[in-house]
C-alpha cells in the first residue's frame, strides 16, 4: 500500500499547485452533485405534491356538495342553453355565424355559444371598466358619461367580430396562397398512380409545413372520406371550411369527373394551370397597383420636404436680405 501512495505523496510534496487544484476539483464537483440531487429531489417532491392537488381538485369536481361541481355544473348548463337557442337554430345568420366560424378554425359544435358568450361577456367588462374609468381619466365631462359606457360596452360587443373577421382573413391569405401548390402536388400524385384519398392523404403531410391550416384541412378531408363519406361530399366541405372560390371549383370538378367519367388527371391538369395564371395575374394585378399607393406617402412624406429644401434658402436670403 506504501508502495502505491509513496509517488502520489512525491508528486504533491514537489508541486503544491496540483494539490490545491485536486482538492479544488472535489469541492466544486462534490458541490456540483450536491446541488443536482437537491433539485432533483425537489422536482420529485413538487411533482407528487401536484399530483396530489390534481387528485384533490379531481375529487373536489365530483363532490355534489362543493363550489367546484357546482361553479362547473353552471358553467355547463349555460353553454349548453346557448348552444340550444343559437347553434342548432335554422336562420341565416346563424348559418352565416357557423360557416365563419368553421372559415376561421373553429370545428366545436359549441363554438357559437362560446362566440356569443365572449360577446356577452366583453360588452359588460368593457362598459364596467368604462364606469369605473371615466370620472378618472375624464372627470369634466359628466354629462358624457353615459354615452362614454354605452361605446365601451359597444366596443366590447365588436371585438369577438372584429377578432374573427381578422382570423378569418388570415387564414383565407394562407389558403389562397398555398391551393395552387396543392393542385401541382395533386396533379404529381394522380400521374403517379395514387388514387384520390391517397394523393390527398400524402399532399396534405407534404404541405403540413409550409401550410399548416391547410395541411390540416387536407387532413380532415381525408378522414371524412375513410370514415364512410362520399368524395364529394367531403370535398365540399373542404371547400366550405377554406371559404375559397378555387376551392369550391374544385370539389365540383372531381364531382362532375366521376359523374360523367372523364379523366381526373387531366381535369386536374387542366385546372391546376388555371390556378397557376391565376397566381400570377394576382401578382401582376399587385405590381400595376403599386405605383397608385406609393402616389399617397409620396405626396403626404417626400413632397413636402422637397419643397422644403427648394424653398428655404430663397426664404433665408429673402429674410436676410440679401
Known amino acids: 500500500m506504501d508502495a ?8 504533491f510534496d ?35 405534491a401536484s399530483d396530489v392537488a390534481l387528485d384533490g381538485l379531481r375529487r373536489a369536481s365530483e363532490n355534489p356538495r362543493s363550489l367546484r361541481y357546482a361553479g362547473m355544473k353552471a358553467a355547463q348548463k349555460l353553454l349548453d342553453y346557448t348552444t340550444k337557442n343559437y347553434s342548432d337554430a335554422n336562420e341565416k345568420n346563424m348559418k352565416m355565424l357557423r360557416k365563419q366560424l368553421l372559415q376561421a378554425g373553429f370545428l366545436d359544435p359549441r363554438a357559437p355559444a362560446y362566440y356569443f358568450i365572449a360577446r356577452t361577456a366583453l360588452a359588460i367588462g368593457f362598459a364596467v371598466a368604462a364606469f369605473f374609468a371615466a370620472p378618472v381619466l375624464m372627470p369634466d365631462t359628466k354629462s358624457m358619461f353615459w354615452v362614454y359606457v354605452g361605446a365601451a360596452g359597444v366596443i366590447g360587443y365588436m ?23 396543392f393542385m401541382d402536388l395533386l396533379v404529381v400524385c394522380a400521374d403517379a398512380g395514387l388514387s384520390m384519398e391517397a394523393a390527398l392523404d400524402r399532399v396534405g403531410r407534404e404541405l403540413a409545413d409550409s401550410y399548416p391550416s391547410l395541411g390540416a384541412n387536407i387532413h380532415m378531408t381525408t378522414l371524412e372520406i375513410r ?9 365540399e366541405h373542404f371547400g366550405d371550411r377554406l371559404g375559397l372560390e378555387e376551392s369550391r371549383s374544385f370539389a365540383m370538378l372531381i364531382q362532375q369527373s366521376e359523374e360523367l367519367g372523364s379523366s381526373m388527371t387531366d381535369a386536374l391538369r387542366v385546372y391546376s394551370d388555371d390556378m397557376r ?30 419643397v422644403i429644401v427648394i424653398m428655404l434658402p430663397a426664404y433665408v436670403r429673402f429674410k436676410a436680405g440679401f
Not at 4 to 11: H, N
Not at 292 to 303: G, I, M, Q, R
Open 227 to 235: 370514415a364512410g363519406r362520399s368524395l364529394s361530399e367531403a370535398l
Open 4 to 11: 502505491i501512495f509513496e509517488p502520489l505523496f512525491q508528486a
Open 14 to 48: 514537489a508541486n503544491p499547485t496540483l494539490v490545491l487544484g485536486f482538492f479544488v476539483f472535489m469541492a466544486a464537483s462534490s458541490l456540483s452533485f450536491g446541488v443536482m440531487a437537491t433539485i432533483r429531489v425537489r422536482g420529485s417532491v413538487k411533482r407528487r
Open 277 to 306: 395564371h391565376k397566381r400570377l395575374s394576382r401578382a401582376e394585378e399587385k405590381a400595376y397597383s403599386l405605383p397608385a399607393k406609393l402616389s399617397v406617402p409620396l405626396v403626404l412624406c417626400v413632397f413636402p420636404v422637397l
Open 159 to 181: 371585438v369577438p367580430g372584429f377578432y374573427l373577421s381578422r382570423r378569418t382573413a388570415k387564414r383565407q391569405l394562407e389558403h389562397r396562397a398555398g391551393f395552387p401548390d
